[in-house]
């Protein structure tokens, strides 16, 4: 038995809503249903009430929700007494974040929070989106480094959890260029010649904003996908290596465009903009966290 189960399930008797229960759990709606079956076979009782609408709790249901509450409540009090006990001394932080984000922007923010703050003693923890979000929600971070665009917004409680904008970035496609110094790969490629993609999983934040930018355009670009991964330098690499058209981070290249080692694979018309975003937990209210967040709020301000 895991203890996400058991909190898949207490969001399940609170939302009444497999669908809206998998969302705010950040998981797939099949993948919700397997979890709720397995705790059910663990148990050995069916807790859920499938055939009325909305589903209501069985009365084992009701009956493991009591103990299941109790039993999660003195596991995070415990767990916040101990992660104190054990918090880096002096100023310190635990930041979740993309692995894109935590190779190309935290080093420079974070020597800037040290130019401003003195020595902030930080761990930071590279992830995927999905894992960050149940840092953060499982108390396991201080801040989360997130990408967001408002038609692909990460579902977090906004009355408990807050968001300042630290940064802007654009998703553009990208190649290497020829001897002209023109994109060896140019959108949008032909049917009879469609241009090796190299893309990000399905899954991937990348990967849906792809999916986002692509599906609203009338005419879409010919690719033919040749490589995968959910990892932004991975696929930098491989563009580099002239193996196709990629779209990335511009922080992520700008090195590589201003020498002329990539160049932009399209017009603008083929971008993304994207908000980098920080978020925290509104409970934590450590007078470091408080005078950090007041910082970042005016640095986001003039930002744009």
Not at 126 to 153: K, R
């Amino acid at each position: 038995m895991e203890i996400k189960w058991i909190e898949d399930f207490i969001a399940l008797a609170q939302y009444q809503s497999f669908s809206r229960a998998a969302e705010f759990r950040n998981v797939t709606q099949s993948g919700f249903s397997r979890r709720i079956q397995s705790l059910e076979q663990w148990v050995g009782a069916e807790l859920i009430d499938r055939s009325s609408f909305p589903p209501v709790l069985t009365a084992a249901g009701q009956l493991f929700r009591e103990a299941a509450e109790s039993v999660l409540e003195r596991l995070f009090d415990t767990r916040a007494i101990i992660r104190t006990e054990q918090r880096i001394a002096g100023k310190s932080l635990q930041i979740a974040a993309g692995h894109t984000i935590a190779l190309n922007f935290l080093p420079g923010w974070l020597k800037a929070l040290s130019a401003h703050f003195g020595e902030v003693r930080t761990r930071v923890m590279p992830t995927n989106v999905h894992d960050s979000i149940l840092m953060l929600v499982n108390g396991n971070c201080e801040l989360m480094f997130a990408y967001h665009h408002p038609e692909l917004p990460l579902h977090l409680d906004p009355a408990r959890y807050e968001h300042v904008t630290v940064g802007i970035d654009t998703l553009m496609p990208a190649s290497r260029p020829n001897q002209r110094s023109a994109p060896a790969f140019r959108l949008p490629g032909t049917k009879k010649q469609p241009l090796p993609l190299i893309s990000y999983t399905d899954t991937s934040y990348f990967g849906r904003c792809l999916a986002l930018l692509l599906g609203r355009s009338a005419d879409a670009p010919a690719l033919r996908l040749h490589f995968e991964s959910d990892m932004a330098e991975v696929l930098k690499r491989l563009v580099l290596e002239g193996e196709g058209v990629a779209w990335l981070p511009r922080s992520t290249i700008a090195t590589e465009l201003a020498a002329g080692e990539l160049v932009p694979a399209g017009p603008a018309v083929w971008n993304l903009q994207v908000e980098l975003r920080v978020y925290r937990d509104s409970s934590n209210r450590s007078d470091f966290m408080e005078t950090l967040w007041q910082h970042l709020r005016a640095g986001s301000a003039t930002l744009g």
